[in-house]
């Protein structure tokens, strides 16, 4: 018989220990492989589950998530007024969940992810790593005698080994457990549960469950269980997406950027999804069944893509565009480029070798650039982001087009053809699939970089370049750009694909700038 389970997760504490995402999000949404870690949690329990979730560190962030991913669950939000500061933490925030949890429930901690499925037992137990440690005064820490609890040692140095307590177990007695929590214990200026689990230690036999664990609580921490779950993180720090299921959930930093976002989908609505559920910082559609192009692709299908973005897509705009690439092009590099200078703290770019070949500095590449060139463009509709990540064959053998930029040096519905064309080459040349993967090598000694990137599509490239001399547009403009957006990607990512990108873009550059600049 499938009863209905109660769990309780606590989301209210400000989580300082993750660094900057800590200012602008709660880190239950901290993303792992396209999924929130709240949402880690709540799939490993039974469509009847009763969620009961204590939130207060950027708690409408939770609240409209939850929502929006999970409409046909049950979830009550029980608000923690004080959540940071002294005499605050997470026996505070469960006291606060008493008067729901009066009947067995699933203690549960935001930052914990296992991936064993829960075995349920009807006894009180506590969830604990499967490898026993010797020395930690971070966590919670159980000492066992044939898989019975004999001792809690709460964030103290221990001199045996034990097993640390992981932030998931399921409490049976729960009234012996709240007379414990009643006696509220404070520990480093925060209200801990521990109290709670020793009175039933004390009362009741408690039993310890193994599980593969993954601490999510700490910057380190987190880097290390997303290297666990994925090879890279190619994320970027203010905006997340997550599938779950049947839905996909986009959160945007800026929330202006969200309702641009929301206009687009709108606007464009025969070729990006329909953006049916928003609020605030994310927005939410349907899951599209297809495959992108790094996934199925062939050079019939490129030129059927180009052919669809030529006749439908590419909608040629009359307006001015030469001030708006000289703000895109020009000006965003040179931001971009200081800010990635001071991510490494160097004045100045040395002369170095790449693969082999020596390359002048960054400065003295960019001084050569026939900026005004590159303002030029084609003002069209454009896409923003048009690589084959982004471009996806659905079941009906339709293109989709996905992920898209929310405006072009500050325009919304236009921007530059090339800028679409150059993201296109981008991604056959830079296999971001693969990339995600960590399917590239990278190297830095001295003044020499060696790194190697997975094989260009170059069965596709050719299409691309005969649509090129097809449609008269100029190839070594494309090159330019792609070049140039490379560079400016690298401050947007982490080491060491930050570097390679800006490594690769500045080879790439010198390359397009000894090229002769034609049609």
Not at 144 to 168: T, W
């Amino acid at each position: 018989m499938n009863l209905k389970k109660t769990v309780c997760i606590l989301t209210a504490g400000v989580g300082s220990r993750i660094g900057s995402y800590s200012t602008y999000l709660n880190k239950s949404l901290l993303p792992i492989k396209k999924r929130a870690a709240i949402s880690h949690i709540i799939d490993q329990f039974s469509n009847n589950t009763e969620f009961v979730i204590a939130i207060g560190h950027f708690g409408k962030q939770v609240k409209n998530f939850l929502k929006l991913t999970y409409p046909e669950k049950k979830f009550k939000f029980v608000n923690v007024k004080k959540y940071k500061g002294k005499n605050t933490g997470p026996g505070l925030s469960l006291y606060n969940c008493k008067k729901l949890l009066q009947k067995p429930f699933y203690f549960v901690s935001c930052d914990t992810i296992w991936t064993k499925k829960i075995n349920h037992l009807e006894k009180n137990w506590m969830g604990t790593n499967y490898n026993s440690i010797k020395k930690n005064s971070s966590f919670c820490n159980l000492v066992s005698k044939n898989k019975k609890i004999i001792e809690l040692i709460d964030k103290k140095q221990v001199s045996s080994a034990c097993n640390q307590f992981i932030g998931l177990a399921y409490i049976k007695d729960y009234k012996i457990f709240w007379e414990g929590i009643d006696k509220k214990k404070i520990i480093k200026g925060e209200i801990q549960v521990s109290n709670g689990f020793n009175n039933l230690i004390r009362l009741k036999d408690v039993y310890i469950n193994k599980f593969d664990w993954h601490d999510i609580g700490t910057i380190e921490n987190y880097k290390k269980t997303i290297k666990f779950f994925e090879k890279y993180n190619f994320s970027k720090t203010n905006e997340f997406i997550y599938i779950n299921k049947s839905r996909v959930v986009k959160y945007f930093r800026d929330k202006k950027k969200c309702s641009r976002i929301t206009k687009l989908s709108k606007i464009n609505k025969n070729f990006y999804p329909k953006i049916d559920k928003f609020s605030e910082n994310f927005i939410s559609y349907k899951f599209i069944n297809g495959h992108t192009l790094y996934e199925k692709n062939s050079p019939k299908i490129t030129k059927s893509l180009l052919n669809y973005l030529e006749k439908s897509f590419w909608k040629i705009n009359k307006k001015q565009i030469k001030n708006v690439c000289k703000k895109f092009y020009k000006d965003k590099t040179i931001q971009r480029l200081h800010l990635y200078k001071q991510k490494y703290n160097f004045r100045a770019d040395k002369t170095n070798y790449i693969n082999g070949e020596k390359t002048e500095r960054i400065e003295k590449l960019l001084n050569q650039v026939k900026w005004k060139d590159l303002y030029d463009g084609i003002p069209c509709r454009i896409h923003g982001d048009l690589q084959f990540d982004n471009i996806l064959i659905t079941n009906d053998k339709q293109f989709k087009l996905i992920d898209y930029r929310d405006n072009f040096g500050g325009e919304i519905e236009y921007g530059d053809k090339y800028y679409d064309l150059a993201k296109l080459y981008g991604g056959m040349i830079l296999n971001y699939s693969l990339i995600k993967q960590n399917k590239f090598k990278y190297l830095k000694r001295s003044q020499k970089i060696d790194y190697s990137l997975p094989s260009a599509k170059t069965k596709e490239i050719k299409v691309f370049f005969e649509f090129l001399k097809e449609k008269e547009l100029s190839i070594s403009k494309v090159k330019l750009l792609t070049s140039i957006i490379f560079l400016n990607m690298a401050p947007l990512h982490e080491f060491p694909f930050d570097q390679l990108l800006f490594a690769h873009g500045k080879l790439k550059l010198q390359e397009s700038l000894n090229e002769k600049f034609s049609k």
